[in-house]
């Protein structure tokens, strides 16, 4: 099933790894590989991306960065080919995504002379900013019939698909509701009224897909190969103003 039917498409800035992304799937379709060793696979090279980062080797650091966003990409696409939805996918792929963040935020941290609190409210920056791009867009899918593993609220423990253990599901909800709860909190506290919007319009979504994860860490690689390193922790933070901006956009708006 596709993540958003084709009349509801837009052009999500983020999602650039998706073309390389379905090559992937569709070349493992038919193996015994399944959407969680691609999950694994991306937080390996999200490792290797922070290993080259702390050592300097800022070509390889983007690389890597780049090729985690495509794999990131392709759990997903993978579990769609193979008509596999997962929960314990979903889960796994998000807490894996804010724990990298954290560590690639550490990384650029060290090598840089950044204060450490920018550093942090820079990552809680981050970090709601994809939130509120993954509030809008599972808005959009919910409403238009698109991929529905991901829930608009989440609030209680999913039942388990076929194929899954429901103990893996309550543990990794669990941790996606430790380290994502407050995000969500703060981003439907800001905008409670967005699902019951008639639409969001593709322009304000594609704006707000600089939220999108792949394009904030396209963003990273490029500022490391420019050796602009020391204005990626501030950037990031400042760029989070730019959520009340979206989100005042919508409320007027829309």
């Known amino acids: 099933m596709s993540k958003l039917p084709k ?11 998706r073309p390389i992304a379905k090559v992937i799937a569709n070349a493992l379709k038919n193996t015994a590989f399944t959407s969680i060793h691609v999950t694994v696979s991306f937080i390996i090279s999200g490792l290797i991306a ?3 980062i702390i050592q300097g080797f800022y070509w390889a650091a983007a690389f890597f960065l780049i090729l985690k966003s495509i794999l990131d990409a392709a759990d997903g696409e993978l579990a769609r080919v ?3 939805p997962s929960y314990t996918g979903r889960y796994l792929d998000s807490v ?5 963040n954290a560590l690639i935020f550490l990384a650029i941290w060290y090598i840089t002379d950044t204060s450490i609190w920018i550093c942090l409210f820079a990552f809680l920056g981050l970090q709601l900013q994809g939130t509120l791009f993954n509030y809008y867009y599972v ?22 698909l ?3 253990k429901q103990q893996h599901v ?32 593709n322009w304000l979504m594609t704006s707000v897909s600089t939220f999108g994860l792949g394009f904030q860490l396209l963003l990273i690689a490029v500022m490391l190969v420019l050796d602009l390193k020391n204005f990626i922790l501030p950037f990031f933070l400042i760029y989070t103003l730019m959520v009340f901006v979206f989100i005042g956009i919508r409320k007027w708006f829309y």
Request: hydrophobic share 35%; net charge positive.
């Open 7 to 17: 009349a509801h498409k837009f052009l999500d800035l983020s999602d650039y790894g």
């Open 162 to 164: 076929i194929g899954e």
């Open 50 to 52: 922070i290993y080259s």
């Open 170 to 201: 309550n543990i990794l909800f669990g941790l996606y509701k430790l380290f994502y709860g407050s995000f969500d909190k703060t981003i439907y506290a800001l905008d409670s009224k967005a699902n019951k919007a008639n639409t969001i319009p």
């Open 96 to 100: 894996a995504d804010i724990l990298l």
């Open 139 to 160: 808005i959009l899918r919910n409403k238009f019939d698109g991929d529905t593993t991901s829930r608009i609220f989440e609030n209680t423990t999913p039942s388990a």
């Open 82 to 84: 193979k008509q596999k």
